[in-house]
Structure formats: structure tokens, C-alpha cells
């Protein structure tokens, strides 16, 4: 790995953290979900998994570790594949959004199962007592993403100088 893509990786992580904590008082609204889909559609799917973990792991050591830390850490990767997979193929934005949004929701249902499991709460009642967070999060990624893709969009004007 050249100390190129390292500092863009932490550069991108600290990003990511810093956005976490900023929104940390609004419950599900942040937009680190559609920082790492326009990552992970701008640098490859492996960044896009970098970054998510280390700022799952970093922001769990200042907001509070937990083994939860472990099903975000997966279930970002779960939605980040499928969604590298299903944008192949879509290049339209609308339709990339509505993908996200609907990514997002997997990434609730994913994080309910290994949250369920970890407070010995059945799975079923728990999820569906958090979709309303679910929706906030689906809704606020979805509006954050074309905002981000629009930043991202001229990449390489930023890494060349």
C-alpha cells in the first residue's frame, strides 16, 4: 500500500468519524452510510470496506465500545458488497439513490439480528420496534448521498495536487 492511499484512506476515515460525532445527538441521521457508498463507488469496494470498519472501530472508542461494534462492522459490509454488485450495472443517480435507500433498510434489518442476539431480545419485536430509526436513517442516507456524489464527482482534481 503506498503512503498514497493510506493518507486518502485516513484522511477518508477521519472524515467519517468526524461526521459520526457531529451528528451523534440526531438518532440514525448521519451521513456516514452514503460517505461509504460514494467511497466505495469512487475508490473500489475494498476502500469503501476499509473505512467503514476502522471508523466503526475509532468511533466505538469514543462513543462507547460494545461487541455491537462488530455486527456494524459486518453489516456495512454485507450492504456495501450487494450494493458494488448492483451498480455495475445502474449508473443513473435516482436509481442508485433508491438502491441506497433500500440498502440501507438491509443494513437495519442486518444490525436488528446480531442486536437482537446480543441483549437476548427476540428478533422479530425488536426490529420492528426500531424501523422508525431504520426509515430516518434509509431517508437521511438517501438525501445525503447525491449531495456527496456531487462532491466526489471531479476526485481527481482533489488527489493530484
Do not use: E
Not at 485516513?10 to 468526524?18: D, E, G, P
Not at 462513543?63 to 455491537?68: A, N, T
Not at 454485507?78 to 442508485?96: A, C, D, E, P, Q
Not at 439513490?97 to 446480543?118: D, K, Q
Request: aromatic residues 14%; charged residues 10%.
Amino acid at each position: 500500500m503506498t503512503i498514497r492511499k493510506l493518507t486518502k484512506l485516513a484522511l477518508l476515515t477521519a472524515l467519517s468519524c468526524v461526521l459520526r460525532l457531529a451528528f451523534g445527538s440526531l438518532p440514525n441521521i448521519k451521513p456516514i452510510t452514503a460517505l461509504f457508498f460514494v467511497i466505495m463507488l469512487t475508490f473500489g469496494l475494498v476502500d469503501g470496506l476499509f473505512v467503514s470498519s476502522l471508523t466503526m472501530l475509532v468511533t466505538g472508542f469514543l462513543m462507547g465500545f460494545s461487541p455491537i461494534i462488530i455486527g456494524q462492522i459486518l453489516s456495512y459490509a454485507v450492504i456495501l458488497t450487494i450494493g458494488f454488485g448492483l451498480f455495475k450495472g445502474v449508473r443513473n443517480l435516482i436509481y442508485r439513490t433508491i438502491i441506497i435507500f433500500c440498502l440501507t433498510m438491509l443494513y437495519g434489518f442486518v444490525i436488528s439480528i446480531f442486536s437482537a442476539r446480543l441483549f437476548g431480545a427476540s428478533f422479530l419485536p425488536f426490529w420492528l420496534s426500531g424501523l422508525t430509526f431504520d426509515l430516518a436513517h434509509a431517508v437521511s442516507t438517501a438525501l445525503f448521498f447525491p449531495v456527496l456524489v456531487t462532491i466526489f464527482k471531479n476526485k481527481q482534481v482533489y488527489i493530484k495536487r
